[in-house]
């Protein structure tokens, strides 16, 4: 069943374009700045009125990853319960959450914010499930950025929409007109946006017409101290072992001073290797682990989620061993020696 069908709750109103193409003349980590809060969208107002005067008072809610902007200028997705007012769909509620001092900037993290232009309005969402497209339509202030941002809107649009799996690309539209480039800095858009874009781009050392992009996981934490995940696409030379090279880059930590290292730099990547029941097992060596001792879930989870976002399947199941034990118990009572999948959802920060 699809996010979009999941079966909501009801509370009261009062409770295919890859990394190279798009490398050029983006800015990739665009400052933060405060804006002033839109006001609501009359659909969006008229559902809360209602909702307070108690005439047909109730307002639909389902648990939504969208990918905003932390405080040091990452997207980073972020889980909340995401109203759906009026006769908006799920999907244009997610990405009403994207626009920046919109109606949804009060459900939103400390710390974190949308990357939108302020006055967005999303005019439809149509998903092509024969073919996993969504075609997104957007108003003309949705223009209105500045060069520096276009591609964090990109990515934040992209990751937030195939973030369903009846969603693979993305296009874009405004006012009626199918974009086939954006209308600031110009990148590209002609051919349907996929993650093969990539998200909070690490150019590296490595950069080169045929660099290969892998996406990994580091940690950072809101000011309130709660520790969240944060995606990282970075190229690397070409290798014919795509899992091994991204836990490879995972292991060397992040580029950014802002994110913090999920595994110790004495950890040695043994192996991985994919059986014949594509189950995935990683084996690990740090000597900083004593048998038995409980393990960081950000380690565990951060090669969980690392191996699904490179494999090409995100429900691929993954095994991790440590020091040669078979059991490896996280912080969050799970074994990672036994399969596990990659939540389906991340960073479910309280407001």
């Known amino acids: ?14 409770g295919l374009i890859t990394v190279p193409v798009l490398l050029t003349g983006c800015g990739i980590f665009p400052s933060q700045t405060s804006e002033p809060i839109d ?77 939108l232009p302020q006055g967005t309005e999303i005019k439809d969402v149509s998903i092509d499930t024969d ?34 799996p009846d969603v693979q690309s993305v296009q874009l539209w405004v006012d009626g007109k199918k974009l086939n480039e954006m209308p600031v800095n110009g990148t590209p858009v002609a051919q349907s946006l996929t993650r093969g874009m990539g998200i909070n781009l690490d150019l590296g050392s490595s950069l080169s017409t045929n660099s290969s992009p892998v996406t990994v996981y580091f940690t950072d934490s809101t000011p309130d101290g709660v520790e969240y995940y944060v995606p990282v696409t970075r190229l690397i030379e070409p290798s014919n072992d ?60 951060s090669v969980v989620m690392t191996v699904a976002d490179n494999s090409g399947n995100p429900d691929i199941k993954v095994k991790i061993t440590l020091n040669d034990q078979q059991t490896v118990m996280g912080e969050d009572e799970q074994n990672y020696g036994e399969p596990v ?7 479910e920060i309280p407001i």
Do not use: C, H
């Open 1 to 14: 069943m699809s996010r979009f069908q999941r079966k909501v709750k009801m509370i009261s109103a009062a």
């Open 39 to 115: 006001e609501p969208p009359s659909i969006i107002e008229s559902a809360m009125i209602k909702a307070a005067e108690g005439k047909g008072g109730v307002l639909q809610t389902a648990q939504a990853t969208v990918y905003l902007k932390d405080q040091n200028g990452l997207l980073a997705p972020v889980t909340m319960s995401l109203p759906t007012f009026g006769d908006l769909t799920f999907a244009e509620s997610e990405l009403a959450a994207l626009v920046t001092g919109g109606a949804y900037s009060g459900y939103l993290p400390e710390g974190f914010t949308g990357v």
């Open 131 to 164: 073919n996993k497209l969504a075609v997104v339509e957007f108003n003309s202030k949705f223009t209105e950025y500045k060069p520096e941002e276009e591609r964090q809107i990109l990515e934040a649009l992209t990751w937030t929409l195939t973030g369903n």
């Open 242 to 301: 795509r899992l091994k090279s991204a836990l490879t880059e995972l292991i060397k930590g992040p580029g950014s001073g802002e994110l913090d290292m999920v595994l110790t730099a004495g950890t040695l990547l043994e192996s991985v290797v994919t059986g014949e029941d594509g189950i995935v097992t990683v084996a690990l060596q740090d000597d900083i682990f004593d048998e038995g001792v409980t393990v960081p879930t950000s380690l565990l989870q």
């Open 341 to 347: 999948t990659k939540p389906e959802y991340i960073n």
